[in-house]
């Protein structure tokens, strides 16, 4: 069902970092070849406006919304309709995740780096963002609060959500987005909500819609965050420049560090719960026991046919991006790992915490037994919208400063200018660039 790795030995210690990442199990994105495909379609959506994003649903998503944007009483009926059960796991979540991001709050720094010369950094929100919400083999009203909480803690003024429209949907709900994201927004006070997947969500976002009034129906934004699937992805590298955006999301991935004292059942179950997210999701477990390797591989067996998506979970596990890596010990796994630089890193060794102290590479690390990756999905307080495909290797999360700028003030008298004018001068020279020099010598002529 899941492949096998053998890095033991002379395997690991000949490969450098490069190589060493290239021979690890990966998922397949190929975003350039989706590019020719979603070209098109922004192109559509910038030209069209309104019609062109309803018409792209309807070829998509197999069904044409009543509206683009959704109206106020339909996201209430969501509220109001949500099972209790679920309402409250849904506000118990978006506690947490708001402790946890309220501690990233950033205050200005004033720097005085001489007498009369001061440098102010200034945090500034986003003026208006996007948020992508997938709902394509799944729904994720949790990926609503992982956008919403950070952007509205760093005070962004503006904020449209956008979900595509479910077929599947019952009565008022047809055609717009599931009630159970209609119903997370509503509960985030969240009222700008469009019934639009895939890349055509990413270019109203980036080009604005207007009706055929040429009325504006979507305000174009500034800056776009959430996951998707290849075509988001690929909307997002094309229409970077003209939108902000917080990364291209790839397949799901969970590595587990993991040796002798691991539970076989815990590690499985771990591994078929990214799984189950769709085919190309990758589940990576590396060890230095071959006896955890074989009861893991037995414990697969067992629960992989238990589970519901089992054809899903199986073409996943037994896909090249999922496999099972042979190590010498764990110093030798912490190198693999941090090569792999997963979403999601579990450490189930002895002495786990102090193992993760010395990652590197990780979009979110998940410690000892009582961790998993199904936590952070959805109520630890830390946010799921993380770097895949090994980008955790330069980029992290999502967090409360994905949503600001960083402005730098400059205030300086006329006497620190006057001290520093001849290292400016000096340097501009050494640019050829003399009339920066002259800007400054300038405010001391007679």
């Known amino acids: 069902m899941i492949n096998r790795l053998d890095l033991r030995g002379a395997a690991l210690r000949d490969l450098d970092a490069l190589a060493l990442r290239n021979t690890l199990p990966r998922a397949e994105l190929d975003v350039e070849a989706a590019l020719d495909i979603v070209r098109p379609i922004c192109e559509q959506v910038h030209a069209g406006g309104v019609q062109a994003v309803l018409d792209l649903d309807e070829r998509f ?6 509206s683009l944007r959704v109206p106020a009483s339909v996201i209430q009926a969501a509220v109001a309709q949500l099972d209790p059960a679920l309402r409250a796991a849904l506000q118990e979540s978006i506690r947490r995740a708001r402790i946890v991001h ?17 440098v102010t950094e200034r945090h ?6 996007g948020l992508y919400v997938p709902g394509g083999q799944a729904v994720y009203p949790s990926s609503v609060v992982m956008n919403v909480v950070p952007a509205q803690i760093a005070g962004v003024g503006s904020l449209a959500v956008a979900s595509p429209p479910q077929r599947s949907n ?3 709900f047809v055609g717009y987005p599931d009630p159970t994201i209609l119903a997370a927004c509503g509960l985030l006070g969240v009222d700008e909500v469009y019934a639009v997947g895939g890349a055509q969500a990413v270019a109203m976002f980036a080009y604005g819609a207007l009706g055929d009034s040429g009325e504006t129906v979507c305000a174009p934004v500034d800056l776009v965050t959430g996951p998707g699937n290849v075509y988001v992805a690929a909307a997002k590298r094309l ?3 003209v939108i902000g955006i917080d990364a291209e999301a790839g397949p799901t991935e969970i590595a587990i560090l993991a040796d002798e004292t691991a539970d076989a059942q815990l590690v499985a179950a771990d591994l078929i719960s990214q799984a189950e997210h769709d085919e190309l999701a990758a589940s990576v477990l590396v060890t230095d026991s071959e006896q955890l390797a074989t009861a893991v591989e037995e414990a697969l067996e067992e629960r992989v046919a238990l589970t519901k998506h089992v054809e899903r979970v199986r073409t996943a596990l037994g896909g090249p991006q999922s496999g099972i890596v042979l190590v010498d010990g764990i110093d030798e796994g912490v190198r693999v ?7 999601h890193l579990e450490i189930q060794t002895r002495d786990a915490a102090a193992v993760a102290a010395r990652i590197r590479n990780a979009g979110a690390v998940f410690v000892g037994d009582y961790a998993p990756v199904s936590l952070g999905d959805y109520a630890a307080g830390s946010n799921h919208v993380l770097p895949t495909g090994g980008c955790a290797c330069h980029s992290g999360g999502l967090s409360v400063q994905s949503f600001l700028r960083g402005i730098h003030v400059i205030d300086y008298t006329r006497q620190a200018l006057a001290d520093v004018a001849e290292t400016v001068v000096t340097l501009a020279t050494a640019e050829d660039l003399p009339a920066h020099g002259d800007a400054v010598t300038a405010r001391f002529e007679s």
């Open 102 to 118: 309220e501690a990233q709050r950033r205050t200005d720094i004033v720097t005085e780096v001489v007498p009369g010369g001061t």
């Open 170 to 172: 019952v009565g008022d």
């Open 239 to 241: 229409l970077l420049g």
């Open 337 to 343: 790992v941090d090569a792999y630089a997963a979403e």
């Open 61 to 66: 998503d197999g069904v044409r919304p009543p």
């Open 124 to 129: 500034v929100p986003v003026e208006r963002v």
